[in-house]
């Protein structure tokens, strides 16, 4: 039976254990989107990850939807990630970039003005976001059209090229959470009729054609979904049908790993959607959201996933695999150090042993 330190073959790579790390907004680039040294200290802390998947990561310029966020469509943040990368690999471990577009999460102030895009022209209602002009809701999204959906596919496609060049062993499409492939996946926010709107296989349309394209530029893909999230206002008709659809249809490409949210941040929409993955979807199955360790060792020697990430317990245990293995006790996340800025409550929390 597999445990929490049995290694994991995900395409080429030897994981050396299933305990991942998520991918998580810290909000520590420089001025324009610029992963810097800070960033790479922290996630070098971070290596014994079975695999580390960077936080999510602007495909496009002018699609920001978090203050202080990082980028990879330019030389520059290329160039700034690299600093990460050799510092995990130096460590002996394995990252993979998540890539995004914020779609209708995206605010003028963030970007120069910009209004958002989305599938369809609806605002997300009842959240707020941090802005340079302090917290500030939501606006209304205008629709895309179309025409422009090819120009957000070779995003994605020249941002994982980057993502190659900076050093990362693959990438991560963030289909996740409200942001716009999800948007677009969802019926509660894509309500368009042609070719991107309409039945799942439709709507699932652009982020087939994001896989495909990615796939072309990297030698390891992966996919997050979170088809019961509430967060960002999102919801569909049918969650349970979309990731059975999904499961199912993602085996026609090379997406090495599904790296599935089994809940709702918010608490209101329940489901299983870690079966219908499991018994329809033939690569890596990665389960994340709220799992303590046991619970983890326990899904994963019965087989139910094959890896398990973790989110806050990384951010606040640069050792995490060290210290499940001793059992020892766990440092506290502090959720008013989340988004920044500074190194306080990114790079100092202390590991068991002390770090280089
Ligand atoms: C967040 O920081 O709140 C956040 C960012 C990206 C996600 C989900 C949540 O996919």
């Given amino acids: 039976m597999p445990s929490l330190f049995s290694p994991l073959q995900l395409g080429t790579l030897q994981l050396p254990n299933r305990i991942w790390m998520a991918p998580l907004t810290r909000c520590r680039a420089e001025e324009g989107h610029l992963p810097g040294p800070l960033m790479a200290q922290y996630y070098g802390q971070r290596a014994g990850a079975g695999l580390i998947v960077a936080e999510a990561t602007m495909v496009l310029e002018g699609n920001s939807s978090f203050w202080h966020e990082p980028g990879i469509y330019n030389q520059a943040q290329i160039e700034g990630w690299r600093l990460t990368t050799e510092a995990v690999h130096r460590a002996g471990g394995h990252i993979v970039l998540q890539l995004w577009h914020g779609g209708r999460a995206c605010h003028p102030l963030l970007n120069a003005g910009r209004q958002p895009v989305a599938p369809s022209p609806i605002a997300i209602s009842g959240e707020t976001l941090h802005t340079p002009e302090g917290k500030q809701a939501y606006v209304l999204p205008r629709e895309l059209r179309d025409e422009e959906l090819p120009a957000i596919v070779e995003g994605f496609r020249l941002a994982a090229r980057a993502a190659m060049a900076a050093g990362f062993d693959g990438v991560e499409i963030h289909g996740a959470n409200g942001y716009l492939l999800d948007a677009f996946l969802r019926d509660g926010s894509n309500r368009r009729s042609g070719p991107y709107?309409?039945?799942?296989?439709?709507?699932?349309r652009l982020l087939l054609e994001v896989l495909e394209a990615v796939?072309?530029?990297?030698?390891?893909?992966?996919?997050?979904l979170s088809p019961l999230n509430g967060y960002n206002a999102m919801g569909d008709s049918d969650p349970i049908g979309l990731i059975t659809w999904l499961a199912q249809r993602l085996n026609q490409l090379p997406v090495a790993y599904l790296h599935l949210m089994r809940g709702d941040f918010l608490g209101q929409q329940q489901g299983d959607v870690l079966s219908p993955v499991r018994e329809h979807y033939k690569g890596v199955l990665v389960a994340n959201m709220g799992y303590t360790a046991e619970e983890a060792a326990a899904a994963i020697a019965?087989?139910?996933?094959?890896a398990v990430a973790f989110g806050s317990a990384f951010l606040a245990n640069p050792d995490l695999p060290e210290r499940f293995r001793r059992g020892a006790a766990l440092n506290n996340p502090d959720p008013a150090?989340?988004?920044?800025?500074?190194?306080?409550?990114?790079?100092?929390?202390?590991?068991l042993e002390p770090q280089p």
């Avoid at 796939?215 to 997050?224: F, I, K, Q, V």
């Avoid at 150090?337 to 590991?351: E, I, M």
């Fill in 197 to 204: 709107g309409g039945p799942i296989e439709q709507r699932a």
């Fill in 215 to 224: 796939a072309t530029e990297t030698p390891l893909m992966g996919l997050r």
């Fill in 302 to 306: 019965s087989g139910a996933v094959d």
């Fill in 337 to 351: 150090s989340f988004y920044g800025p500074g190194p306080v409550g990114y790079t100092d929390y202390p590991s």
